[in-house]
């Protein structure tokens, strides 16, 4: 296996318009213990859900594995021939929105994607590598993966990016404004959403996004104000019937 399909380094366009699903005009569904099965239960992932679990509100953490699931779903099933790891992925998208929590984005002047980015390496070396010991090859691979997917999952310029950060791309985007709505069967996300209930995500991602600007007006976010995102973010065609549901339902996370 080539280094850069390791931990999926493969550059891929990053404008998702000219990528080549395999059911552009709608997916078939995928069964979601298959989806499932692919959350990975390895040490490396068990010391970090449990590292994240006190310092993210349920709801991020909810979201996080909901974008995981979209794109683990949107690759299997549209782009088979894609290379990435279950793992490294996995961790790119527990970790991606550590930065925007209320302290954390209080704890620095960066943007909160670069401060998370940061935070994620650092505990991920310092997690695999016995004290005293220099970080092995594969150590560093990974950290950089999910650093630099974690580092470009809100950079929707063109050029390339990494399979994993065209993956979490994708699968914060349908997660969050509805983007490539035809690329998940409705059934899949349904189940995706059963599994992870949204619990009004819509308006938490949309007032941590907002804190982030006001806290740090130079924040690479300030660009939602400039696209008009928020208008994308409370349109969620995909999310809003999930949450008026859950509402009418009273179902807690």
């Given at each position: ?33 298959q989806?499932?099965?692919?959350i990975?239960d ?17 709801e ?5 594995y ?20 279950k ?10 929105d550590l ?22 390496r650092?505990?991920l070396?310092?997690s ?72 009004g ?15 740090k007006?130079?924040?690479?976010t ?5 696209e008009k ?23 807690k996370?």
């Open positions: 296996m080539s280094h850069f399909h390791a931990h999926g380094f493969a550059p891929l366009d990053r404008n998702p318009a000219l990528l080549k699903p395999k059911y552009g005009d709608g997916a078939p569904p995928l069964e979601f213990a989806l499932k099965a692919m990975p390895t040490p490396l992932a068990r010391a970090s859900l449990e590292h994240l679990k006190p310092k993210l509100p349920k991020t953490l909810h979201h996080s909901r974008a995981f699931l979209h794109a683990a779903a949107i690759a299997t099933v549209q782009f088979p021939d894609w290379q990435w790891d793992e490294s992925f996995f961790l790119a998208c527990m970790f991606h930065g925007c929590t209320k302290e954390n984005i209080r704890a620095t002047k960066l943007s909160f994607e670069f401060y998370g980015a940061f935070l994620a650092e505990f070396i310092k695999s590598t016995e004290d005293g010991a220099s970080p092995s090859q594969n150590t560093l691979d990974l950290a950089d993966s999910v650093a630099e997917a974690i580092c470009r999952h809100t950079n929707f310029i063109e050029g390339k990016i990494t399979t994993h950060g065209q993956m979490i791309q994708l699968g914060t985007l349908f997660d969050n404004i509805g983007s490539t709505p035809t690329w998940i069967h409705p059934n899949t996300a349904s189940a995706i959403v059963e599994a992870y209930p949204r619990h995500w819509t308006h938490c991602f949309s007032a941590a996004m907002q804190d982030e600007v006001a806290v007006p130079w924040s690479h300030s660009f939602f104000n400039v995102i928020w208008d994308k973010v409370e349109a969620n065609p995909i999310a809003k019937p999930f949450e008026e549901r859950e509402a009418k339902l009273g179902i996370i």
